[in-house]
């Protein structure tokens, strides 16, 4: 990869991270506006707060991540493989349960999608 190529890969990962940080950190309000698709049934409040919580602080951290990404690869793999892991097991779940179907429209799309953006931008390594 040319120099000019590594310096826009590593502008737009920076971007991403700062949206997906915002994204993480509004959590809650986006909850509270669509919780048919972002929440899951019964609901239950307390562990809602900690996922919730969980997400805030990851938000936090990626966004410091983003003034400079290859110095904090494992973290934004660990975004990436444990979004898509927690995005998989939440569309296995929906497809199996029907009360849960909306939220193939919320949070599972906006987990999968995050973690394949994130594997395709991340560097493997150091250069």
């Known amino acids: 990869m040319s120099e000019a190529a590594s310096v826009q890969s590593h502008r737009l990962l920076s971007i991403v991270l ?14 509270m506006l669509f919780p048919e698709s972002w929440m899951w049934e019964p609901r239950q ?5 900690m996922i919730i919580g969980i997400y805030a602080v990851l938000g936090i951290f990626l966004l410091i991540a983003a003034r400079a990404p290859e110095k ?11 979004s898509l892991v927690h995005g998989l097991i939440m569309l296995g779940q929906a ?20 973690g394949i953006i994130l594997v395709i931008l991340t560097p493997r390594r150091l250069s």
């Open 72 to 82: 904090n690869l494992s973290l934004i793999w660990f975004t990436a493989i444990s």
């Open 18 to 31: 700062v949206i997906v940080g915002i994204a993480f950190i509004g959590l809650y309000p986006v909850t």
């Open 95 to 114: 497809l199996v349960d029907p009360t849960e179907t909306p939220n193939l429209y919320g949070d599972i799309p906006a987990l999968i999608l995050i």
């Open 45 to 49: 409040y307390e562990y809602e707060q």
